[in-house]
């Protein structure tokens, strides 16, 4: 063999006895095969079989497993971010003259997408009032084949009865999909309550690090698997493993992480409801959220993001407030290590009659800073609030 050649080929080197606690990392476009019969019969190898870098790893594959365990599924599939694992929940189910039922509460992307590309292709959307029954026994019929649930609702945190609206989509031979990003499998398992897809943003508490982008769908049933894989093959949707190996060890650390930063979250929730500018906290572990019951017959665990209501004629004084945060960083995500606060407008995602509040709400998520330091933070925010409403600013 000459050196250009050495250069490209791979030696063989002992991998006996390596066993390590870590998942390896492994990287592949092309699968090659050991004779040109096992090329011609790769078809053979099924879906856990390895024939093209596209339909997983055996990095991919390993965060799926850990998934599927967690979700009380059939099988997960990974893709780039957990908005594409809300669309590709959908779109393989449904065609120009379904319907979509969508809980009012989505996440304003995946309504975006609905408004605008399933409405495209002839597919009729619609919202259902996420915590009103009645609202979805009216509005759905035989043509919907998806209501999409999220729970708690994006921004404005609505518990919903799961399992009361997975027995009305069935009977009408409906699929139920679940957003469950807030709370993440620790602390609920959607398909355990009647959901048939269940989706997470790996991107927030997962991966936990804020350094990344995935998402993740898990099935509840086989019969679901040809399709949504058939769909991520034709879209040729994958995801990287040094993704998937970031999501692999963020996730060990996501129990305590999670347990931490929701303590620390309720200490800073008792502070805010001390203060006579908040209206009201929304976070479903909150005895006084409407929301509780729900998530305490359902949930296991909840996570540190939430919502603030400043009393009437406060929220405006609120977004340049923001800037007298010393620990607090403002952004939109969350799930990670950093604190975040960031003003949420919830009226432009909405139809008015489901959120009749103020148009702003005050979304805190908390990290894993020091909660002395956090607590510094939220008490010169509401001091600074307070001063811009009294006019000394
Ligand atoms: C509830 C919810 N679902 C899904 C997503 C999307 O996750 P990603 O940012 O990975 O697309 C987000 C992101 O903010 C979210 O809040």
């Known amino acids: ?89 959908v779109l393989p189910f449904l065609k120009a003259g379904d ?21 495209r292709f002839g597919v009729e959307v619609s919202y259902y009032n996420p915590v009103d029954l009645a609202d ?3 509005k759905i019929n035989d043509r ?6 999220e729970s708690p609702g994006s921004t404005t945190m609505e518990v919903q009865d799961l399992p009361k609206i997975a027995a009305i989509a069935h009977r009408h031979g409906a699929l139920v999909g679940c957003d469950n990003t807030w709370a993440t499998p620790l602390n609920y398992k959607p398909l355990t309550h009647g959901a048939d897809v269940v989706t997470e943003g790996l991107t927030k508490y997962i991966s936990g690090h804020s350094d990344l982008l995935l998402g993740s769908l898990t099935v ?30 963020g996730m060990e650390t996501l129990g305590v992480r999670m347990r931490h930063a929701y303590e620390v979250a309720m200490s800073l929730i008792g502070r805010l409801q001390e203060s006579e500018i908040v209206q009201r906290v929304i976070h479903p572990a909150l005895p006084s959220d409407p ?71 005050l979304r805190i998520s908390v990290g894993l800073e020091d909660q002395r330091d956090l607590l510094d933070d939220i008490d010169a925010l509401l001091a600074e609030i307070t001063s811009r409403a009294r006019g000394y600013r």
């Open 1 to 89: 063999m000459k050196d250009l050649t050495r250069c490209v080929m791979t030696p063989e080197v002992n991998i006996e006895g390596f066993k390590s606690l870590a998942v390896g990392v492994h990287r592949a476009s092309t699968i090659v095969f050991d004779n040109a019969e096992d090329y011609s019969n790769r078809g053979d190898r099924g879906p856990d079989g390895y024939s093209y870098g596209l339909y997983g790893t055996p990095t991919t594959r390993t965060l799926e497993a850990k998934l599927t365990a967690l979700e009380q599924g059939a099988r997960t599939f990974l893709v780039p971010s957990g908005q594409a694992a809300n669309t590709i929940a």
């Open 99 to 119: 319907g979509i039922l969508i809980t009012d509460s989505t996440y304003p992307p995946m309504r975006d997408f609905a408004n605008t590309d399933l409405a």
């Open 136 to 138: 979805l026994e009216t």
């Open 144 to 149: 919907t084949k998806i209501v999409w649930c």
């Open 220 to 249: 509840r049933e086989e019969q679901l698997v040809a399709p949504i894989r058939s769909t991520l093959g034709r879209l040729g949707i994958s995801v990287s493993p040094d993704d998937a190996s970031m999501v692999l060890r």
């Open 291 to 361: 929301g509780n019951p729900t998530w305490r017959r359902d949930f296991l665990g909840a996570s540190a993001v939430f919502g603030v209501v400043f009393a009437p004629g406060i929220a405006g004084h609120v977004p340049p407030s923001l800037d007298v945060l010393k620990t607090f960083a403002i952004g939109a995500s969350w799930g990670g290590t950093r604190s975040l606060v960031a003003p949420m407008s919830v009226k432009a995602h909405r139809s008015a009659t489901t959120w009749p509040g103020d148009d702003l709400i």
